[in-house]
């Protein structure tokens, strides 16, 4: 098991950048895929980015070319950097980790969620 908790989420101008971290606690972080989902007020979650135990990354379409999504093993921390972020990305963000790599972008396939935290983006 693993606990996750989100930060770096805040408000910024369309255009601009944020970077999410979410720290990992409870197990060993590498052993897990890790990955980026984000919920909009209205709508159902959906993946943005995800990397897998061995580094390979997969993005939803909306977000290639502007989001990155890496990892740090050693102090436990996934990261979520992004730029040129758009009103349609504003959105309540979720880091979760899950031991398999199937269904990479499939929310319900993940075991363990994190609180949260929310990007805003003015335009």
């Known amino acids: 098991q693993v606990q996750l908790v989100e930060s770096g989420g805040g408000s910024v101008q369309a255009g601009g950048s944020l970077r999410l971290s979410c720290a990992a606690s409870?197990?060993?972080?590498?052993?897990?895929?890790m990955g980026w989902f984000r919920r909009a007020p209205g709508k159902q979650r959906e993946g943005v980015a995800v990397?897998?135990?061995?580094?390979?990354?997969t993005y939803a379409d909306s977000v290639k070319g502007r989001f990155t999504i890496s990892k740090d093993n050693a102090k436990n921390t996934l990261y979520l950097q992004m730029n040129s972020l758009k009103a349609e990305d504003t959105a309540m963000y979720y880091c979760?980790?899950?031991?398999?790599?199937?269904?990479?972008?499939?929310?319900?396939?993940?075991?363990?969620w994190g609180q949260g935290t929310q990007v805003t983006v003015s335009s």
């Open positions: 409870g197990d060993t972080y590498s052993r897990y895929t």
């Open positions: 979760a980790a899950k031991n398999n790599d199937w269904w990479l972008l499939v929310s319900g396939t993940y075991n363990y």
């Open positions: 990397i897998d135990r061995v580094g390979n990354t």
